[in-house]
């Protein structure tokens, strides 16, 4: 009975200490976060309407252009070095790459605070910094405004997705493993062609959404390219590094590339007329799988 107590009060005081560490991580990770994305962005963009400065990396092809251009979004951890490698790995293929940071100032490398970003920041402002970063492309004079996409990874490729069922100025929409809209009710207001591509072994994201997003696409009359990589995680796609040496992660980039090269090198877009704001609700099923994934499952973003 009293090695059961010893055990049980263990098992107490380690709980007690989780429950304790957990809200330090975030408090204590919080204080840092600003100075990590000052370091990893050399843009500042003006907001609009009111929206405060959005800070951004930036990359960009030798020479003056205009160049097609690619807004990337980051993953629930927010910007980092992982993004900001494959803006570099686009802009060589000849794209301006703008990775803005939708947390506003913050990004980090624990899991408890990235749920934390995830779940606090209003999906209004992100939409609302998105708009900042759009108008601030069409004043650059080497972006082709008519051949502007949006790809994302993970939080940001679900983001993509939103965003461009409110941007009707989007001419292509990049789709790496995010929580997707299958209405095709919706779906219907994108204005160009989707690519998504997703690993088969993504605990966060069951192959029924995949098929029930690629079945919206078909009956939205939407130009579609759905892939599924076996045996694949959640994040399967890490940085530049090992999108250049691992054969999968090579073969998912090249078919990045040629959506891209298709739908926006070859071809400029004309937005239809209208106001196609779309909301959607928060997915908390999908946050809840995509935190165990990174916790107990195989994701692979760190």
């Keep these: 009975m009293k090695t059961f107590k010893r055990i049980l009060l263990g098992l107490l005081a380690v709980l007690a200490i989780l429950i304790l560490l957990i809200p330090l991580s975030i408090f204590g990770d919080a204080l840092v976060g600003g100075s990590r994305i000052e370091a990893l962005t050399n843009t500042t963009i003006p907001g609009v309407n009111g929206a405060p400065d959005v800070r951004a990396y930036v990359a960009a092809p030798e020479g003056e252009g205009p160049f097609p251009t690619v807004i990337m979004i980051h993953e629930f951890f927010g910007l980092n070095e992982s993004i900001t490698s494959k803006a570099d790995l686009l802009a060589k293929e000849g794209y301006v790459v703008i990775a803005p940071d939708t947390f506003r100032g913050q990004t980090t490398p624990l899991i408890p605070r990235a749920i934390y970003l995830v779940s606090t920041t209003d999906q209004e402002d992100v939409y609302a910094d998105l708009d900042s970063v759009y108008a601030w492309l069409e004043t650059q004079p080497n972006v082709d405004v008519a ?85 694949q995680p959640h994040a399967f796609m890490l940085d530049a590094e090992a999108i250049l040496a691992d054969p999968v992660q090579t073969e998912a980039w090249n078919e990045m590339l040629t959506f891209l090269d298709e739908n926006l090198k070859s071809k400029t877009h004309q937005p239809r007329e209208g106001d196609f704001a779309y909301s959607a609700p928060f997915p908390w099923q999908y946050y809840a799988m995509l935190v165990f994934e990174h916790a107990f499952g195989s994701g692979s973003h760190h």
């Design 147 to 231: 051949r502007i996409g949006i790809a994302g990874f993970c939080y940001g490729g679900r983001v993509s997705l939103l965003y461009s069922l409110r941007n009707n100025g989007l001419a292509a929409t990049v789709v790496f493993y995010g929580s997707s809209e299958t209405n095709p009710e919706g779906l219907k207001n994108l204005p160009g062609p989707v690519v998504g591509i997703f690993g088969g072994a993504d605990g966060s994201i069951p192959l029924e959404e995949v098929a029930a997003l690629e079945s919206g696409l078909e009956a939205a009359g939407i130009p579609h390219q759905i892939s599924i990589y076996d045996g």
